[in-house]
C-alpha cells in the first residue's frame, strides 16, 4: 500500500507530488522533464536557515579575527594559522549550537581535517574537541 503517494501524469508510477501544472500531478522528475528551468528556481535553502548562515559567516569573521591562531593545536599536524572553525556539537544538536562561540574552537585546515576524518569520537571528547551528548 502507498501512503502519501500519487500517480505521477507524465511517467504514470507512484510518487510524491512535486508540482501540479495545469492540474496535472508531476514527480520531480518529470517536472524537471516538462520545465528545464524549474531547477533555477528552486531555493537551496530556506529563508530562515539563509538568515542563519549571513549570521554565522558574520560571527565566524570576527572569531577567527579575535581567534588568529589553531586552538586545537594538535602535534605533528597544526600549521599554526586559524582559517576554520570546529564546531564541537554535531548530529541532531548541531543546530542549537551552530551560532553559540562558546562551542567553538578555531583550526588551521590541517588539525580540522584530522578530527574529522582520523580522530575517534572518544578522542576527540578526551582532547574537549567533541562534546557528549
Request: hydrophobic share 25%; net charge positive.
Amino acid at each position: 500500500m502507498v501512503i502519501n503517494k500519487k500517480i505521477c501524469h507524465l511517467c504514470k508510477n507512484p510518487s510524491y507530488i512535486y508540482k501540479c501544472i495545469e492540474g496535472k500531478k508531476y514527480c520531480k522528475g518529470c517536472t524537471y522533464k516538462m520545465l528545464p528551468n524549474a531547477k533555477k528556481n528552486i531555493k537551496k535553502v530556506s529563508i530562515k536557515k539563509q538568515k542563519q548562515d549571513d549570521e554565522y559567516s558574520k560571527l565566524r569573521k570576527l572569531y577567527l579575527e579575535s581567534h588568529l591562531f589553531c586552538e586545537v593545536n594538535l602535534p605533528g599536524v597544526c600549521k599554526g594559522s586559524a582559517t576554520e572553525i570546529h564546531h564541537m556539537y554535531s548530529g541532531s544538536n548541531r543546530g542549537k549550537h551552530y551560532l553559540d562561540t562558546n562551542t567553538w574552537k578555531s583550526t588551521c585546515h590541517s588539525c580540522h581535517s584530522y578530527i574529522h576524518d582520523k580522530m575517534s569520537s572518544e578522542d576527540a571528547i578526551a582532547l574537549n574537541l567533541k562534546i557528549k551528548i
